[in-house]
């Protein structure tokens, strides 16, 4: 295969995104090559432009993405949930990736912390395989991704969210167990009424957790 795509590349702080092609090789079999459809403008992303945080330039910002899948590696048969994954299936995927062992993970349950971690929106848009962030045509799903295939009845505006802003949330609601659960789930309620994820109302959100974010 011998095609291109184009990415917004953040090259400084405080500049115009720049428009840049690149190639899109074939997927390696633990890969997948998702046909980014949407990507938001989160909170971080708005620090990182403006300089407030590191991020590496010249890099492709965006990490709260929605596509479908292109190209998906034979290593990969199933999402985080255990739903068949096909070519042409709506996906997100978490906003960080590990390969490898992780202490972490592994004993705690909290892959998200794992040492060496990389996130989607953060890596160097020259490193192979280019589109490693949200505000391009592609987006490659690497090793050590939870990748979740979306329910048709969830707008493409609703999942997009889904693995920073909505996790949040939920991570805020759920501090109420914390002896300093008060605020942070206060903090948690506040964000539900921004992001007005109505969908995460019910008994059981997209991720498969239960989740009472009205909490009484
Ligand atoms: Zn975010």
């Not at 690149?22 to 090559?33: G, I, K, N, Q, Y």
């Not at 965006?62 to 739903?83: K, L, P, S, V, Y």
Request: aromatic share 6%; with cysteine; proline share 7%.
């Amino acid at each position: 295969m011998s095609k291109t795509g184009h990415a917004a590349v953040y090259d400084e702080p405080n500049a115009p995104f720049v428009i840049r092609e690149f190639p899109v090789r074939d997927v390696r079999p633990d890969e997948a090559l998702v046909r980014i459809t949407m990507s938001t403008i989160c909170r971080s992303d708005i620090h990182s432009y403006q300089g407030h945080r590191p991020n590496p330039c010249p890099g492709i910002l965006g990490h709260e993405i929605i596509g479908i899948i292109d190209q998906i590696g034979a290593m990969i048969t199933h999402d985080m949930r255990g739903d068949p994954l096909n070519v042409g299936d709506r996906v997100t995927w978490t906003e960080y990736f590990h390969d490898g062992p992780s202490y972490y993970r592994d004993v705690h349950d909290m892959p998200q912390k794992s040492e060496g971690l990389r996130k989607y929106g953060h890596g160097l848009v020259s490193d192979d395989p280019h589109f490693i962030g949200g505000f391009a045509d592609y987006c490659y799903i690497l090793p050590g991704t939870g990748i979740l295939k979306l329910p048709d009845d969830i707008t493409d505006e609703e999942a997009t969210p889904l693995n920073c802003g909505v996790a949040t949330m939920i991570g805020g609601c759920r501090g109420r167990r914390h002896p300093d659960g008060r605020r942070r789930r206060r903090a948690g309620l506040r964000a539900t009424r921004h992001l007005r994820v109505r969908h995460c109302q019910g008994p059981r959100c997209a991720y498969g957790h239960r989740a009472r974010l009205g909490g009484g």
